[in-house]
């Protein structure tokens, strides 16, 4: 019998959103709502967030990322650590491991602890935020990475993260640690889909499938754990940058901030009983021992991020307006530019890097720019200009101002994305002041998103058009500076936790970080629903640059043409080689690494492949050129298709 491969959920079409792409802003933005929501109310009969069987999960590895914390309590190098917490993925994944590990390294730091976070992700710092999404299909990658994280530390906390548990470079490293490091690793998969839709297709260059991989992981439930609470399927179907994204970083920030407001508590405690001494800047901690998490800690965490989801949502009127703004500018073929300040502004980095996969933007059409640069980033390959040799990698607010500034058009819309509107930086205000004068001057249009209450328009010189990110705990006088340390164990407490164990999450802008990046979502995903480049709920110009989005493009492709896998895979592989007749038997055969690279060839040379492919499926007869030529005459695909069969009736 042959065997039924299960459609991954995070790939499945989200019922609630099948006319996404027909939707005015204010439709976007209420469908975002709606889809947002299942992180918490659950999907379908799978367990979610909380579920017994999630909340127990993550509580058990918040006990181990504790026990991690405190092996590190006495360490002063960084590079002797004696346990690390290495959070891996690729493309959003990535990023996202990235935001949190740098997050927690500064609160570490903060407080005279040793920062004992480490992150990977497939292509290195410069997939941060661009679009390299290839090396995620790599074994030889994820192997060589976590081995150079992992070597010579004695304990070690594994995050492989895969929304739809399917990437080769997080199998792979899975897969190392339990055959290499299998007592001094405990090794975490963190994803979406059910372990029994694992994606189970041939790994290039490799005799094991994903799907291979999970399942030895729970053979080796000593050391192995997998957490996959379901979210249900993306408003945009397969873009997990979204929930996935989101999800990601909730549950990665409720997990330790559980373990290390465990550890302030501790601390706190300790310094109640002994009130003889001085209040201390920095933790006491040679006294402290390994002490149970409440599993209340948990559900807390998590009340408090779907609160501040419900909260962004609040006043929907607003972010449709954004929708609007920045959808006027892509149909106007104008730009978008984030400037953005603090961990917002890595936000807005993120969210910048995944329009030219997702959308088939150009590199230039929307782009971020970081107050502080790389110094504001911190991430461990530093200045990526110096090594790439590229404009691109220019990050600074005032890499902006030369390199951009002088071309703006009224056409182009600039974007500040900064912190609570009471508590913004002398250097970051002056400097919004100061460069959003310089954009209105050419023309261009400014607007801001915030945290918190709005900041004044007249303030800024902008147009009243900005988004207010309004979660309950994101105010001003709860939200201190990432950056500020602790003045003593008690005011720790009083931001991380609480003395009787009742709150968890702490109050340092991640509720804030998660309602910058719903709305920054929202404005990139509705800008490009009203552009056109969005069939029903299905992405119809993404990039088709590894071996999950060539999947992903053969189930677009069937879906809207009703034609076999066969002819799907026929139309693509005529796109790609621009081949105006049958497709050699030569080309058949080649792994789908090959097609890879032929799809960021085509691209190159201004095919826009998965439209292409559609109408060559569409209308076989067909030939490249005049597919391509119809696309260059009308953008939108969904008007070229209906074209087509209007002809045929």
Known sequence: MEKVIMKPITETPNVLTTKLGESSPSDVVRLLRQTDSQMFSGWGGFPGFFDDEICLMMNKIAHIAHEILLLNTQVKDSMALNGVIVLSGCGTSGRVAFLVARAFNLLLDAVG??????????????????????????VAAGIEDIAVATANVPRVLYVGITCGLSAPYVAAQLHHLITKNPESATIVLLGFNPVARARNVHIEGWDKTFADVVQMMLDTPKHCHVLVPVVGPEALTGSTRMKGGSATKIILETIFSAALGTLMR??????????????????????????????????????????????????PGKLARMVEFVGGALRRGGRMYYLGAGSYGIAALVDASECPPTFNATWDEIRAYLHGGYETLRNKEGNLAEAEGSTYFHLKWSDFEKDILPSLTSADVVIFIVGSAHNIPDSVASGMIALSSKVSSRGAQNAVVSVGRAISASAMGVPDISATCEAHVVTANMVPSILSPWTNPHDAVRHGGTANDTAVVDHMGFLGEISVKLVLNAMTTGGH?????????????????????????????????????????????????????DVPEAVLSREIGSHVKASADAIARGIRVVPTALLLCVKPDLKVPEAVGMLREEPCIGDVLNQLSAKKV
């Open 529 to 581: 629903v009203l552009k056109g480049k969005i069939l029903q709920n299905r992405m119809v110009d993404l990039q088709v640059s590894n071996n999950k989005l060539y999947y992903r493009t053969l189930g677009i492709i069937t879906a809207f043409t009703g034609r076999s896998e066969t002819d799907a895979r026929t139309a693509l592989l005529r796109t790609l080689y621009e081949i105006n007749g």
């Open 266 to 315: 501790q601390t706190a405690e300790q310094h109640n009983r002994d009130t003889s001494e001085p209040k201390r800047r920095r933790l006491e901690t040679s006294t402290l021992k390994v002490t149970p998490i409440s599993s209340d800690v948990i559900r807390c965490g998590l009340r408090e991020y779907e609160q501040a989801v419900r909260d962004t949502y609040a006043e």
């Open 113 to 138: 602890l040793a920062p004992c976070f480490r992150y990977l992700i497939a292509g290195g710092d410069a997939a941060l935020f661009t679009s390299r999404e290839a090396p995620e299909d790599s």
